[in-house]
């Protein structure tokens, strides 16, 4: 488009190319529109700027996010793979874990620790990372197993069971804040990983969507609770649903207030205790 072009548009049809559909705007156009006598292309100009301030920003704190990777790539590392897990503190249903191993060029614009983001935000962030992971893949230990074994162990697991899913086997693994010492690949936990690492992030959104998918699921399985909408953490909701309805069989049978609705002792000691020694094989799944 030529400067002159500018005046011959209306301010709609400046909006819609240079705003909506974010069509290149050159600097003779800029220039142009700065001098147009319209309030409205003006703010078209205003508009365009915002997003380019916003782009280059983004651009920043994506590269900030990348640190930990490009660290991997430059020694070498071609596939870093990022691990983390959702649902350690509900009082029901499967801690889910997910790994994934992304494209050294993959910016996928917004990604960020997946509580920091709304629900529609996450989904489309999740759809994007599959269709563009060099693979991803999720794990789980189910309530049994928790119960059984204890949160920390179970959670370690489902994080072994991503990692072990995996269609690429990882070279280095970036986990949120642990270690996987069953498996033998090089490691480096992160404390709070997944507001740190994209790689983390990146998990952090696949596991937890995937896991508010399931817990929707077993809503429709188990109604009267709330879990579509809790997601089986303890709020207000849930707890007055464990009191008028008792327990149910997705319930964590070793979380104090579960216990106290099936009339037990609350007692749940060492439920995140770090295990002394590696899990017997009976135990690992």
């Known amino acids: 488009m030529r400067p002159e072009d500018i005046a011959r548009l209306s301010v709609a049809e400046l909006r819609?190319?240079?705003v909506e559909?974010?069509?290149?705007?050159?600097?003779?156009?800029?220039?142009?529109?700065?001098?147009?006598?319209?309030?409205?292309?003006?703010?078209?100009?205003?508009?365009?700027?915002?997003?380019?301030h916003d782009n280059r920003a983004e651009g920043q704190r994506l590269r900030h996010l990348l640190r930990f990777e490009v660290e991997l790539w430059e020694r070498g590392v071609l596939h870093v793979g990022g691990v983390d897990e959702a649902g350690m503190a509900p009082l029901a249903g499967p801690v889910v874990a997910a790994a994934c191993v992304l494209p050294h060029d993959y910016r996928p614009c917004g990604v960020d620790?997946?509580?920091?983001l709304d629900a529609r935000t996450r989904d489309r962030l999740a759809a994007d990372?599959?269709?563009?992971?060099?693979?991803?893949?999720?794990?789980?230990?189910?309530?049994?197993?928790?119960?059984?074994?204890?949160?920390?162990?179970?959670?370690l697991l489902a994080l072994r069971r991503a990692v072990e899913g995996l269609?690429?086997?990882?070279?280095?693994?970036?986990?949120?804040?642990?270690?996987?010492?069953?498996?033998?690949v090089p490691q480096t936990p992160i404390i709070h990983g997944d507001a740190l690492s994209l790689t983390i992030a990146?998990?952090?959104?696949?596991?937890?969507?995937?896991?508010?998918?399931?817990?929707?699921?077993?809503?429709a399985a188990h109604p009267g609770y709330g879990f579509a909408r809790h997601k089986g953490y303890p709020t207000a909701e849930h707890f007055a649903a464990l009191e008028a309805h008792g327990a149910c069989p997705i319930h964590r049978r070793s979380f104090a207030p579960v216990r106290l609705a099936l009339g037990l002792d609350p007692v749940q000691a060492e439920l995140f205790a770090a295990p002394p020694d590696p899990l017997p094989e009976e135990e690992t799944g």
């Open 129 to 155: 990372i599959k269709a563009n992971a060099i693979a991803w893949a999720v794990g789980r230990a189910e309530v049994e197993e928790i119960d059984r074994i204890n949160i920390y162990r179970a959670g």
């Open 113 to 116: 620790d997946s509580k920091q």
């Open 21 to 52: 559909r974010g069509q290149p705007l050159h600097e003779g156009c800029e220039a142009a529109l700065e001098a147009d006598p319209r309030a409205g292309a003006r703010e078209v100009l205003r508009a365009v700027r915002r997003r380019r």
């Open 16 to 18: 819609e190319r240079f």
């Open 202 to 219: 990146a998990a952090s959104i696949l596991a937890k969507t995937t896991r508010d998918a399931l817990m929707a699921e077993l809503d």
């Open 167 to 184: 269609a690429v086997r990882p070279d280095h693994l970036l986990i949120d804040a642990r270690k996987l010492p069953e498996l033998p």
